[in-house]
């Protein structure tokens, strides 16, 4: 026999898990007893960055990430970031301590009440062990709903007793669960696909997550077909250089339908279309077009508002919409007008974004988490390789710079840039002592506009013409960098900027610029 804790470790080293992301406090200390040394552990200084930092982690390895939190106060802090990595579709297994089971009747001092609840609906599958022999077991599972599609957290309570207890080793196993798809319904859509006069692709990011770049791009060449982005995708599914790509639809009813007229049959890719983010009147989809969805989400399927359905990875199903008959041949769409060029005789958010485009080092990646930023970034900064972008899918804040790190922890010989606002930077600050202490060469990049600039622009839909306590005055982004460890500079004109950006791009540690933009 072993220890539960030995066991566990045995099983993580088996699954590829040596990196533990983490804020522990008493409850998880026995946890840590004769630690591999081949182990990692990544400390981060509040739990939602943790939380983010393996999310950040496990989107860039394709593989689970362990969390480790302290009990229910710890489980609290992160649930913000729980959230995201839920919507994110992020394959995380998160662990949290909970008090010795012989005081568990007398509820005592930072025990976990509700453990199993406390994290959901925002967990796929969550736990606390019957028996102490049995934690290896649960972890396993953990692991394996995490990684079946759609991926996704789960957690497991464990008390603090548990770890010393003896149990059996447990053999780790394999799952293969990648769905190709009901074949008499993808030859459906091949065969309305090849028929259409005028087909559209949207590629949402679960197109990303599948691995499907390259079938997506065959796709849109095979069948001369225009490519937009479905609204608030967190990752780039097509290169926005290519010739059919069209653009990024916008979250609300109308406007889809709008950007979609005129096309007789939507195929969409890996993520939902109708993602609205402000209410809407009217059909979803244009008079006359025929809707087709493609992804591993079933929820997404279930509450598509028209048209067909196929539960399956995207690459796969791709494959056999590839081998489909053969369209007629279309002409293709025209190409999008290039825009003109920002002298930067104003420092805007687009000259920012524009220059980052212009001096990022070639297949550098992207991690964004500035809202109102967002219509500048996909004008100015396009992205074009595969795997090099991500950003929030829950539209919470506090993911982006933590995120980076994570990403640059997993992407070692890769630049990684870290695009965010003022306001969301603050959410998450503390996240630069674990770049500073890991040494983790991204460039923090602050949209510095001195306010909640997202919620001004929102606001205006709603005739607010002034919104009180939104505005962020004397923030100084460099001090807070320095004093935890990173250098940092500051740029308010053209000339500063460009400087500083190429610095930053450059270095081999982590760096911080700090632009005010107007």
């Known amino acids: 026999m ?83 990595a839920f919507k994110n579709q992020t394959p ?11 005081i568990l009747p007398y509820e005592p001092f930072l025990f976990a009440q509700g453990a199993t609840e406390f994290p959901k609906p925002f967990v796929k599958w969550a736990c606390e062990p019957a028996r102490a022999e049995d934690v290896p077991a649960a972890i396993a599972r953990a692991y394996h709903v995490a990684m079946e599609p759609p991926w996704g957290p789960t957690f497991v309570s464990v008390p603090i007793d548990d770890w010393d207890r003896p149990c059996d080793p447990l053999a780790p196993r394999r799952m293969f669960a990648r769905n190709p798809g009901d074949p008499a319904a993808l030859t459906e859509a091949a065969a309305a696909l090849a028929s259409a006069r005028n087909p559209v692709i949207v590629v949402g990011a679960g197109a990303a997550r599948d691995g499907a770049w390259d079938q997506v791009i065959a796709l849109a060449e095979r069948h001369a077909a225009g490519v937009w982005v479905a609204p608030l ?13 069209r653009g990024f639809l916008t979250a609300g009813r109308e406007a889809i339908v709008e950007s979609l007229a005129g096309h007789d049959l939507i195929l969409v890719l890996g993520g939902p279309m109708s ?6 009147f009217g059909p979803h989809v244009p008079e006359g077009a025929q809707l087709w969805f493609i992804g591993d989400n079933p929820v997404h399927s279930a509450w598509l508002p028209e048209g067909n359905a196929v539960v399956a990875d995207c690459r796969l199903a791709l494959e056999t919409l590839l081998a489909g008959p053969a369209p007629a041949r279309r ?6 007008g290039a825009l003109p060029r920002l002298d930067g005789s104003v420092m805007t958010d687009a000259y920012l974004l524009q220059q980052i485009a212009a001096l990022r080092p070639a297949g550098s990646i992207v991690v964004e988490e500035a809202a109102s930023s967002r219509g500048a ?22 993911f982006g710079l933590p995120a980076a790190i994570g990403t640059a922890l997993a992407r070692k010989n890769e630049k990684v840039i870290a695009v965010l606002g003022d306001g969301a930077s603050m959410y998450a600050i503390q996240g630069l002592h674990a770049a500073a202490q890991l040494g983790t060469a991204v460039s923090f990049v602050i949209i510095k506009n001195g306010r ?32 935890q460890g990173i250098a940092a500079r500051r740029a308010e004109t053209a000339e500063e900027l460009d400087e500083a950006l190429s610095w930053s791009f450059a270095a081999d540690f982590p760096s911080l610029v700090e632009a005010v933009v107007d």
């Open 92 to 102: 995380l297994v998160v662990t949290a301590g909970q008090q010795a089971r012989s």
């Open 452 to 483: 909640y600039e997202a919620l001004h622009s929102f606001g205006r839909r709603f005739g607010l013409q002034s919104l009180p306590g939104t505005q962020l005055p004397h923030l100084d982004f460099c001090s807070l960098a320095q004093g």
């Open 233 to 245: 995708s967190s990752q780039c599914s097509f290169p926005e250089n290519h010739p059919l790509f």
């Open 2 to 84: 072993t220890t539960v804790r030995a066991a566990t470790f045995a099983l993580l080293e088996a699954y590829g898990m040596t990196t533990v992301f983490g804020n522990p406090g008493s409850t998880e200390l026995p946890m840590f007893r004769d630690f591999p040394e081949h182990f990692r552990y990544v400390l981060g200084l509040q739990e939602s960055v943790v939380m983010a930092m393996a999310d950040g982690y496990a989107q860039a390895t394709r593989n689970a990430a362990l969390v480790n939190l302290h009990s229910s106060a710890g489980t609290g802090h992160a649930l913000g970031n729980l959230f995201t």
């Open 275 to 280: 993602l609205y983010h402000v209410e809407g």
């Open 377 to 398: 970034m996909h004008e100015r900064l396009p992205i074009l390789a595969r795997d090099t972008f991500y950003t929030t899918a829950s539209g919470g804040l506090g």
């Open 331 to 336: 002409d293709p769409p025209p190409l999008l």
